[in-house]
């Protein structure tokens, strides 16, 4: 399931990213999204959703969050 899928307020673990765009990798890395890292869908709106991870909340778009394999 991707996090396009992911309820609002449920913790999931992060299985895998699903991209082979390095750049994209790189930058999810560096916000901490990796596998086996938890995150949470805080909140969702049309075309992107905003998630926790590691106490701080980002805003990403459904592209990114469809890469994002929980």
């Known amino acids: 399931m991707t ?3 992911a309820v609002p307020g449920e913790e ?3 299985k895998e990213i699903a991209t ?5 990798n ?3 890395f560096s916000l901490g999204c990796y596998s086996g ?3 949470t869908v805080v909140s969702r709106k049309k075309s992107s959703c905003t ?4 106490d701080a909340r980002y805003n990403i778009d ?3 969050a469809a890469a994002i394999l929980v």
Request: aromatic share 8%; charged share 30%; proline share 4%.
């Open 20 to 24: 082979n765009d390095e750049e994209l």
């Open 12 to 14: 999931y673990i992060i």
């Open 51 to 54: 998630v926790s991870i590691k």
């Open 37 to 39: 890292e938890p995150i």
């Open 26 to 28: 790189s930058f999810l």
């Open 62 to 64: 459904n592209d990114l």
């Open 3 to 5: 996090l396009v899928d």
